[in-house]
């Protein structure tokens, strides 16, 4: 299995301003997966990162909004821009495991908080 | 939209206990995995079951998948203080594009 560090493991920031939230796994990977979790609710996924390509989103999620890079197989970021109090949620990075079936692991998560 | 449903959505059980938490889905899969999450921190993978298994064991685990009803199950037996946690099924579809879709989870609340 794949160990996966997010930084900041937490942040409170205030409305309108951006924060980026980094994922560095110890082994390279082709496919890293951002996912939102909102209080009490279960994951959201809102985008694939694949290294020299576009970010691929899902319904509901844009790319102004959530910005994400993938500069090389070890490394990713997700930017939350111009936050609201609705973007309070933690936000987990993942990574597929090397065997065939679509086995991930998951980063301990960024807490977000917006006031 | 949720692939997953889990239920109950909470459950409370004594310690020493079996725990038995449910998930049904909507579409053809290609495998179903369950994962626990600790107070809203990272999730660990726990099992993962095929498309063409019916049952698994991993330590205190069983895993059972029926696809015909599009369901599974995750059964914790003698249940410790360190189960409580929350507790998602997440299936991967057939056509293989990686992504995994979460259901809502389990709440599991083991008492002293």
């Known amino acids: 299995s794949a160990v996966i560090s997010q930084k900041p493991s937490r942040d409170i920031c205030q409305r309108g301003t951006s924060l980026t939230i980094q994922c560095q796994v110890d082994s390279q990977v082709t496919m890293m997966f951002w996912y939102r979790q909102q209080p009490g609710q279960s994951l959201t996924l809102i985008a694939t990162?694949?290294?020299?390509?576009?970010?691929?989103?899902e319904s509901g999620f844009v790319i102004d909004k959530f910005p994400i890079s993938r500069p090389n197989l070890t490394f990713s970021t997700l930017t939350v821009s111009n936050m609201s109090p609705e973007d309070s949620s933690i936000y987990l990075c993942?990574?597929?495991?090397?065997?065939?079936?679509?086995?991930?692991?998951f980063g301990p998560g960024t807490r977000l908080t917006v006031l | 939209s949720q692939q997953g449903e889990e239920d109950p959505q909470a459950l409370s059980i004594q310690e020493g206990e079996n725990a038995t938490m449910n998930c049904s889905y909507k579409?053809?899969?290609?495998?179903l995995q369950w994962y626990r999450q600790n107070s809203g921190r990272g999730l660990v993978h726990l099992i993962l079951?095929?498309?063409?298994?019916r049952e698994k064991h991993s330590g205190r685990l069983r895993v059972t998948l029926d696809t015909s009803k599009k369901s599974s199950s995750l059964l914790i037996t003698a249940s410790r203080a360190a189960d409580t946690a929350s507790y998602f099924c997440a299936t991967a579809s057939l056509n293989r594009d990686d992504k995994i879709i979460f259901g809502k989870g389990t709440r599991l609340h083991i008492l002293p």
């Open positions: 990162a694949n290294q020299g390509s576009e970010a691929t989103y």
């Open positions: 579409t053809s899969i290609n495998n």
């Open positions: 079951i095929r498309s063409n298994e």
């Open positions: 993942s990574v597929e495991g090397q065997g065939f079936y679509n086995e991930q692991f």
